[in-house]
């Protein structure tokens, strides 16, 4: 399809920005790089350069992170199992998305970073893997990497589509570039009627905005999970047992202070600690024990011990069994106006779960689970240790919500065949 003058002119001025802006980028490696040494590997793959030769890719699915890979591992797990010839790429932006799908598939996948949104870049990453199909998740509208979809002939589609209120308002300085992106698209699954009209009202056809539900309900319940939590509980005995989870560094101090709190009514209590980017693993623990705590971790001593005050989660992908293994959890990113992390993986195991007021990027599954009677948001630090020192004293009331999480998971299970269905038209099929 053929540029319009028009639309020569906004992609021109955008790329002639972000070639300015390019040196950003390489300072942000190297920012990023002084706290999580994987961002100084593999630069090659963010400006598409690659040391093998090219070759054909059946579907090129990309995710920007852990969160994004694990929402889209039922998609790829049911295409993988129908299609087992395929050959896959799965692209992320983080270190914490890469080492989630090596953890997922190993190498069964292949994996690169996505390159930057750079005319070149994006032209040589397309070139090299040519994907016969590109799933996008959730909200990555990079018009250099759709346009060049459409240029190609490759069917495109968003999966698992969100669009907050806040971020269509962001997006109005961009408004007549990315209108023209979204039509680039072959269909927007949303996650939610309001996530699929905020599409509409930043440029897509109603016709290519379907509501599809959510795919974080289709999560799957780990394998095995009994089996975990009673190894779990054989090393740690009865004790009471909360989890803070997917913390950021703003909230580690109040993390901290509750456990505290906390122990001064259950002195044997022990805190589960995941914080949510790897380059925190060990402060969290240099924390912990500066609070005068005994602290274990997952990589060393791969269960608590029944002595124990802390026990640091130090690895990916364990999240939801470990859940599973706590009476009440924290889900962070909420204390701080991150947005929040996923809610249902507590939902799905069954574990009764508290969290601060900033839910921006799970407003519709926040406000279901609240509904359901499965959630309890509080307004701060303060309100979040009260709120855990009454799910553990109140066995009762952690089964009501742990019951509520679990039935409203199973309830909002199918976004996985309707996305499924959305895209089979355009399914590889045959020789390229």
């Known amino acids: 399809m053929r540029m319009d003058l028009t639309e020569r002119f906004l992609r021109g001025l955008y790329s002639a920005v972000l070639y300015v802006l390019t ?3 390489v300072y942000h490696l190297i920012w990023r790089g002084f706290r999580f040494r994987e961002y100084f590997q593999r630069w090659n793959e963010r400006y598409a350069s690659y040391p093998h030769p090219a070759r054909q890719t059946d579907v090129w699915l990309h995710a920007v992170s852990m969160g994004e890979v694990n929402a889209a591992a039922p998609v790829v797990d049911a295409l993988r199992k129908a299609h087992p010839e395929w050959r896959w790429l799965v692209t992320t932006i983080t270190p914490t998305g890469s080492a989630r799908v090596r953890a997922l598939w190993g190498d069964e996948v292949e994996h690169v970073y996505v390159p930057y949104d750079l005319p070149g870049a994006v032209s040589r ?8 199909l590109a799933l996008v998740m959730e909200t990555e509208l990079w018009p250099n990497l759709l346009f060049g979809c459409r240029d190609r002939g490759i069917p495109a589609y968003i999966l698992n589509a969100r669009l907050s209120a806040r971020s269509l308002r962001g997006y109005r300085a961009l408004a007549p570039l990315i209108a023209r992106v979204v039509r680039t698209l072959r269909c927007i699954g949303a996650q939610s009627s309001a996530d699929a009209g905020r599409f509409v009202a930043l440029g897509a056809t109603r016709e290519g905005v379907i509501d599809t539900g959510n795919l974080k309900f289709d999560i799957a319940v780990p394998e095995g999970l009994d ?3 009673q190894t779990f509980r054989d090393n740690v005995g009865q004790r009471p047992v909360w989890i803070a989870a997917s913390t950021h560094e703003e909230e580690e101090a109040a993390v901290v202070a509750i456990h505290r709190r906390l122990r001064e009514r259950w002195p044997e209590l022990l805190l589960l600690w995941a914080p949510r ?3 925190r693993f060990g402060r969290v623990a240099e924390q912990a024990q500066a609070a005068g705590w005994k602290v274990a971790t997952r990589r ?3 269960w608590p011990g029944d002595d124990d005050d802390v026990f640091v989660i130090d690895t990916m992908g364990e999240l939801m069994a470990f859940y599973a293994c706590a009476e009440a959890a924290f889900v962070g990113g909420s204390l701080q106006p991150v947005g929040g992390h996923n809610l249902l993986e507590p939902a799905a195991v069954g574990t009764a779960m508290v969290t601060g007021p900033h839910l921006h990027n799970f407003v519709e599954i926040s ?3 609240r509904e359901a009677g499965a959630l309890v948001v509080a307004d701060d630090a303060d309100g979040i240790a009260q ?3 009454e799910l553990l ?3 009762q009331a952690r089964d009501r919500i742990s019951g509520a999480g679990r039935a409203l998971v199973e309830q909002g299970r199918g976004a996985l065949a309707r996305t499924l269905q959305m895209i089979d038209a355009d399914l590889p099929s045959g020789n390229a």
């Open 23 to 25: 040196p950003v980028t």
């Open 227 to 229: 089996d975990f939590v």
């Open 367 to 369: 406000r279901r689970l």
């Open 277 to 279: 980017h790897p380059e």
């Open 387 to 389: 709120a855990l020192g």
């Open 300 to 302: 060393k001593s791969t």
């Open 125 to 132: 990453f397309l070139r090299h893997y040519r994907p016969r």
């Open 393 to 395: 004293a109140d066995p």
